[in-house]
């Protein structure tokens, strides 16, 4: 599950990087994924609507390979 989780965290990354590295919303910490297995943390961004919408597809990822993920949207900095 390790390997599942390192691949979805390198999907989070990539998908913001392809999506422009925007960096919108409020700054929060702490964002990830958090899963049965452990934690996808989120790409180094600080805009919370950012992460949220690049997390999308990371959810996706890990529902088609079994894993339920729930987004955590940190709190405020």
Same mark, same amino acid.
């Given at each position: 599950?390790?390997?599942?989780?390192? +691949? %979805?965290?390198?999907? /989070?990354?990539?998908? /913001? !990087?392809?999506?422009?590295?925007?960096?919108? #919303?409020? *700054?929060?910490? #702490?964002? *990830?994924?958090?899963?049965?297995?452990?934690?996808? $943390? %989120?790409?180094?961004? +600080?805009?919370? =609507?950012?992460?949220? +919408?690049? %997390? +999308?597809?990371?959810?996706?990822?890990? %529902?088609?390979?079994? !894993? =339920? #993920?729930?987004?955590? $949207?940190? =709190?405020?900095?």
């Amino acid at each position: 599950m390790k390997d599942i989780l390192n +691949q %979805a965290e390198n999907l /989070w990354y990539t998908t /913001w !990087i392809n999506e422009g590295k925007k960096d919108e #919303g409020t *700054c929060t910490l #702490g964002n *990830c994924i958090k899963t049965q297995y452990g934690k996808v $943390d %989120a790409p180094p961004v +600080q805009g919370n =609507v950012t992460k949220y +919408q690049t %997390a +999308q597809p990371v959810l996706q990822f890990l %529902a088609n390979n079994g !894993i =339920v #993920g729930t987004y955590y $949207d940190g =709190v405020m900095d």
